[in-house]
Each structure stands twice: as structure tokens, then as C-alpha cells.
């Protein structure tokens, strides 16, 4: 099977970096399955969790507060305001990440930009209901 390059990179350290089979995106237009040969793009990433398969054909996931995506014919790279393997994903993470958002959301005056913020609160709460938190 065919692969690419996949990188997630957030300020504080490469969380993944090697061949992969696919990579499953929460981007801002819909969830998004990339593998080999897509179509070059850029896309901004909404919170949520980024399924890989790599070369060997394990999973691995991660979650993400939010980002930008660069995809290529051979790769994928990912740089993400935060990102977090499972082991360091927590219920009572995921309440900070959603009070933030709150926080944030209560100094927005556009209803655009309110309807934004719910939306990432109800990824959020997905996310928990995913991982059984």
C-alpha cells in the first residue's frame, strides 16, 4: 500500500514524524481522510483527534486544539496550536480546553464567530463521549 510522510508538530515538540498509510483530519470543512496522492491543499483544523495508520498498519491518535494542514501528492504536515498523544489526554484536560473556549466565547460580540466557538465546544464534548470520559 502506498504511503506518505505524515508530521504533527505543535510549539512544544514533534509528536509524529514517518510513513503512513492514512491520516484522519477534523478539518473546519468536515472530517477529511488523506492517503497518498490527494490533491495539494491547506486546510485549518477545528479541536479533535487526528487518527493515523501507519506503514505497519497500527493506529495511533492525537488530540488537537486547532491548526493549519499542508497537503502534498506525498505528505501531510500538521502544525497544531496544541497537540496531545492519549496518554497526556485527560477529562479533566478536555474541561480546561472547554471552559477556555466558554471564557472565549462570552468576549465574542459577532454571532459568527459565537456559532465558531460553539461548534469547537460541541467537538469537544464529542471528543470526551469518544473516549468514554
Not at 515538540?13 to 477529511?32: I, N
Not at 484536560?93 to 459568527?112: N, S
Request: hydrophobic content about 45%; overall charge negative.
Amino acid at each position: 500500500m502506498a504511503t506518505l510522510l505524515f508530521e504533527l508538530i505543535s510549539p512544544e515538540r514533534v509528536l509524529f514524524s514517518g510513513d503512513v498509510r492514512g491520516v484522519m483530519l477534523p478539518a473546519t470543512e468536515g472530517d477529511m481522510t488523506v492517503m497518498a496522492g490527494h490533491e495539494p491543499t491547506m486546510v485549518m483544523l477545528n479541536p479533535g483527534i487526528i487518527a493515523v495508520t501507519d506503514s505497519q498498519g497500527h493506529g495511533h491518535r492525537a488530540f488537537v486544539r486547532g491548526g493549519f494542514v499542508q497537503i502534498i501528492n506525498t505528505g501531510v504536515s500538521v502544525l497544531a496550536e496544541l497537540a496531545l498523544p492519549p496518554e497526556e489526554l485527560t477529562r479533566d484536560r478536555l474541561d480546561e480546553e472547554i471552559l477556555r473556549l466558554e471564557t472565549m466565547r462570552e468576549a465574542m460580540r459577532e454571532d459568527k464567530s459565537r456559532r465558531e466557538a460553539d461548534f469547537a465546544i460541541g467537538r469537544l464534548e464529542q471528543v470526551k463521549t469518544t473516549l468514554s470520559f
